[in-house]
Structures are given as structure tokens and as C-alpha cells.
């Protein structure tokens, strides 16, 4: 199968062998690993017996997949990843039910995100279809590896590395698609508990015409001084605002949800809108899906509020004090693959900390976040029959 592309340097459009599921050789660990008790999973921490690697050259096009055994990579020192951060990266989960069935939880999504990604730092595009075929068969082929205990899913990171091997700030000539997998149980092991937020004004993680919008390895690790810091404050993580207004962003490396009640009884949604500043999650859309077709009375869900307003709008964070003071602030969350919903409950923000309810006592979330929750789980555990749900069990291996 061959597909057109740009010349990265010349802008020519040239055709290039593309991505090839039909090609990939498949070869099997002979020391299979046994995994550690379900219970004792610590996030990204344990890996399967499999991976899957794809070369690209700027000439050759993309190369042959290979699934084989998980094993370190070999890359020239050199190589354009180490230098300049020829780097981005997926996240996204396949979950087993009971009956066998491996379902992953809208994957086109993340390919159409991971192409977005490769563009923006002039790393190759590719057949998303088939690439999900290849993650299928991994997938399938460590299937033993994805408890189907409720809450538990194999965590999948497809990633891409410029392996250029020479200096020189310029697109790279080659790079390396790999997919490693990781059993992972529940986020929230010992229970919900809500999460404090430190509304940082000296940091920034995304400004207009950057990077913010694409899930570049480059947005990430100048994270890490910013949530020390918030941590020293006794905060878990930062809200990310940005510019003089102080418009609000994202939390931590999850999209943000606030909820306000209005005059006449509705509530309204809101997240702030993507701009290329916020990257656009699935989890994000997925919320947003949901709670627009209980709106609309197309699929009402259960917990949802009655008369729900869906907004993607700028707020700022005087929306949040006035909203405290006059006691119409309902929730705030977080959305992201690897907790789905994460409640919050304290924003501290110019020396004092804004107190956001948080659902009855014992359910560690707000009404609207449990029901977010509620449902998405149930769609990706099989519970509820979803197009977003992709059973890979038809992988040929
Ligand atoms: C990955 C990520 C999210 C969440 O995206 P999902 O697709 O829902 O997992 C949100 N914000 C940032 C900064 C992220 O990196």
C-alpha cells in the first residue's frame, strides 16, 4: 500500500510505501514473564511481553512492523530525539470483560491526534486504521497480560522518535514508531478522593501559536518544576491559566470540566475551548458527547442534572470566585484516560483557596463527574454497546 505525503524540505508531494499491516512479522517471546498480582500494579510501571516497532526514512517511506519481544531500544547518540525533542506519544486503553472480549476505547481518536502531533514537528504521517490493526494483534498477542477484573485495562503508549542520526535543527530523516503496553489497575486504588489545585501565576504550559494543543514529549518536563513547586504549597497539582485574565486551560495533563448552577435551576457545563492551548483529550470529547445527547434528550444518563446546559467557553478565574461567593459553583473535574474523571475540591489561588463542593459524602466526586464516570466505564468494560468501543479479538496473529 503506498500513500501520498509532503516533502517535509521541498513541500513536493511524493508517494512513499505507507503504513502495512499485512507485512508485520511476528516473533514470540521464549521467556515469557509472569505478571506481578493484579493488586501490587503501580501505573506504568510493568510491561508486557510484547512490542511493536515501525521504521520510517524519508525516502524509503515506512518500513516493516514488527512485533517482537519487549526489549531496550538501540539508537545512535546522535539520533535527532535525544537533541531536540523529536518525540510525541498516545495514551489509551484496551480493557478485557469477563466473557474474553478486548475492547479499546476509541482509537481512532488517538490516531487522528498522534498524525496531528507527527505534523506539527514534521515527523511522518500514517494510516491510522492500520496502525490500530497492529495494536490489535499486540494486544491480542499479550491479552494474558489485561486483567478483567472491573477498573483494571492494559494502558497501551504508541509513541514517535525522530532517529535521525546526525546534528542539525531540521526535519528529521527518520524516526521510529513503537507501541509498549502496560497493565494498569484502577487510578484511584483506594477509593475517589478529590484533588487540590494550585492555580499557578508564575508558570505557563501553553501560549497561543505553541505547541500546548499537540502531545509533543516536549510539553511535559517542563511541567515537573511547576508541580513541585505546587506540591510544596501542599497542592497535587496546577491549574494552568493563561495571560493577564487569567484564563483557565487545563489541570495538570488532564482537560478541565466546571460546573455553575444559573438562576433558573440549569446547570451549565463548561470546558474552555481547545485554540490549539488545550489539548484535545478523548476523554474531553467523549464527556462533551455524553453530556450533549442527555441535553438534547437523545440519551438521557442517569445522574446527569435534569436541565444541563453544555458550553465550550473562555472562563476566567474571577468566574470562579464570583460563582463561590454567590454559592452557584457546582463541581470541578478533571478528564483524562488514565482516571477518566478526577474530582477537585480547593483551588488555591492568590493567597486564599476557593472550596468547591464535592458530591455526598463517601463518593469523593461530584453528581456530574460519578455520572461521566459511570457511563464511560460501562462502554468501555461492554457493559453498554458503543460504536466507541473496538473489540480487537478479530486481530489475525
Ligand atoms: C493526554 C492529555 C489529556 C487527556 O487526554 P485523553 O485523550 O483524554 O487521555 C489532557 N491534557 C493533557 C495536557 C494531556 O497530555
Redesign the pocket.
Known amino acids: 500500500m503506498r500513500f501520498k505525503t509532503t516533502d517535509a524540505f521541498t513541500g513536493e508531494s511524493v508517494r512513499k510505501p505507507g503504513l502495512d499491516s499485512s507485512i508485520a512479522t511476528i516473533e514470540r517471546t521464549t521467556t515469557p514473564k509472569t505478571m506481578p498480582p493484579a493488586s501490587q500494579l503501580v501505573f506504568g510501571h510493568t510491561f508486557t511481553d510484547h512490542m511493536l516497532t515501525i521504521p520510517w526514512n524519508s525516502e524509503k517511506g515506512w518500513g516493516k512492523p514488527e512485533i517482537k519481544p519487549y526489549q531496550p531500544l538501540s539508537l545512535d547518540p546522535s539520533s535527532t530525539v535525544f537533541h531536540y525533542a523529536f518525540s510525541l506519544f498516545e495514551?489509551?486503553k484496551a480493557y478485557k470483560s469477563e466473557d474474553g472480549t478486548v475492547r479499546m476505547f476509541r482509537p481512532d481518536?488517538?490516531m487522528a491526534?498522534m498524525n496531528k502531533s507527527a505534523a506539527r514537528i514534521a515527523l511522518p504521517t500514517f494510516d491510522g486504521e492500520e496502525l490500530i490493526e497492529l495494536i490489535k494483534k499486540l494486544v491480542m498477542l499479550d491479552e494474558k497480560w489485561i486483567p478483567s477484573e472491573k477498573g483494571y485495562s492494559l494502558y497501551l503508549r504508541p509513541t514517535m522518535i525522530g532517529t535521525q542520526e546526525a546534528l542539525g535543527v531540521g526535519p528529521s530523516s527518520d524516526a521510529l514508531l513503537f507501541v509498549i503496553c502496560s497493565p494498569v489497575g484502577p487510578y484511584y486504588a483506594s477509593g475517589f478522593k478529590p484533588v487540590q489545585l494550585y492555580a499557578t501565576t508564575e508558570f505557563v504550559?501553553a501560549a497561543p501559536g505553541g505547541t500546548?494543543g499537540y502531545?509533543l514529549g516536549a510539553?511535559?518536563a517542563p511541567g515537573i518544576v511547576p508541580q513541585a513547586e505546587a506540591a510544596k504549597r501542599g497542592y497535587s497539582q496546577n491549574l494552568w491559566l493563561l495571560g493577564p485574565e487569567h484564563e483557565l486551560t487545563?489541570v495538570?495533563?488532564?482537560?478541565l470540566f466546571v460546573a455553575f448552577r444559573k438562576p433558573d435551576g440549569t446547570v451549565e457545563l463548561v470546558t474552555p475551548p481547545l485554540k490549539d492551548i488545550?489539548?484535545?483529550?478523548?476523554?474531553?470529547?467523549?464527556t462533551l458527547a455524553l453530556a450533549r445527547e442527555h441535553a438534547s434528550g437523545k440519551t438521557r444518563i442517569p445522574g446527569l442534572p435534569d436541565k444541563l446546559e453544555v458550553s465550550e467557553r473562555k472562563l476566567v478565574m474571577q468566574d470562579l470566585v464570583d460563582a463561590e461567593k454567590n454559592g452557584t459553583l457546582v463541581e470541578v473535574f478533571g478528564?483524562?484516560?488514565?482516571a477518566v474523571v478526577s474530582a477537585v475540591d480547593k483551588i488555591g489561588y492568590e493567597g486564599r483557596d476557593i472550596e468547591i463542593p464535592c458530591g455526598p459524602p463517601g463518593q469523593g466526586m461530584g453528581d456530574i463527574a460519578k455520572a461521566v464516570l459511570d457511563r464511560m466505564s460501562a462502554i468501555q468494560q461492554g457493559e453498554i454497546e458503543h460504536p466507541w468501543a473496538v473489540v480487537a479479538n478479530d486481530a489475525k496473529l
Not at 495538570?252 to 482537560?255: A, D, E, L, V
Open positions: 495514551g489509551l481518536m488517538n491526534r504550559r500546548g502531545k510539553n511535559y487545563e495538570g495533563t488532564m482537560n488545550v489539548l484535545p483529550g478523548v476523554t474531553r470529547d467523549s478528564t483524562g484516560t488514565a
